[in-house]
């Protein structure tokens, strides 16, 4: 069945320090994963994502891997500022135009 | 830069009334989505629009929901006899249908059932 999850609900990193968010999915036929910011009383909101041909893919300050054999997909944040404080979600998709089945999320805090 | 508005940000109605949650999507956009979120809980999808017709629906969206783009620019749900269980942050998306970009999320509409 469908099904997205993430590996830990918080996770607390120094400011500065890079930031690693974990994430299993088990919809093989997904083709496509995306990486969202959820800011308390906000959507969410797009940070990255990566279609199943590729293994990694950076962005701005983020980079997002995906292990097809394992299924797993994490995301990176690099030199993490108090700003990246929120919730992420992982989500999978068939397409960019297909409904987005969303996991748990993890709040990630930036201590001082 | 482009995006999706709901009103009103927070509702609060009465067991058993109708409510409706209104979306401008993005002005070129194809695709509409609605999404609902339970306090502290993911993001759950409801149901997909595209060409004036629902193209998918999930369990939660059952005869209780309607959706409609009653004219070019908005798109609205409807919950037709409002139960407790219905207090959620519903979100609106919208995509281009180019397959292109990703899909874009509104602020949400906080529904409060009392």
């Known amino acids: 069945g469908e099904s997205v999850g993430l590996h830990l609900p918080t996770l607390s990193v120094q400011e500065g320090d890079n930031s690693i968010i974990n994430c299993a999915y088990s919809n093989s036929a997904s083709d496509y994963f995306i990486w969202y910011k959820q800011e308390s009383g906000k959507g969410p909101q797009f940070i990255i994502d990566i279609r199943s041909n590729m293994d990694k893919r950076q962005g701005q300050r983020v980079t997002v891997l995906l292990n097809k054999t394992v299924k797993h997909l994490s995301l990176q944040i690099a030199a993490t500022q108090p700003g990246d404080s929120a919730v992420y979600f992982c989500a999978e998709s068939k397409n960019r135009d297909d409904k987005i089945i969303f996991g748990k999320g993890t709040r990630l805090h930036i201590l001082p | 830069e482009p995006e999706v508005t709901q009103t009103p940000s927070h509702q609060v109605t009465q067991m058993g009334q109708e409510v409706i949650l209104r979306c401008v999507p993005i002005?070129?956009?194809?695709?509409f989505y609605w999404y609902r979120q339970i306090l502290g809980q993911k993001v759950e999808f409801l149901v997909s629009?595209?060409?004036?017709?629902?193209?998918?629906k999930s369990e939660i969206f059952d005869d209780q929901f309607s959706v409609e783009r009653p004219d070019g620019s908005n798109f609205t749900l409807k919950i037709r006899s409002t139960k407790l269980e219905d207090s959620a942050m519903y979100f609106c998306?919208?995509?281009?249908?180019?397959?292109?970009?990703?899909?874009?999320f509104g602020q949400g509409t906080r529904l409060t059932v009392v």
């Open positions: 002005s070129n956009h194809l695709y």
């Open positions: 629009f595209y060409n004036n017709e629902i193209s998918e």
């Open positions: 998306a919208s995509s281009s249908g180019t397959r292109n970009t990703e899909a874009f």
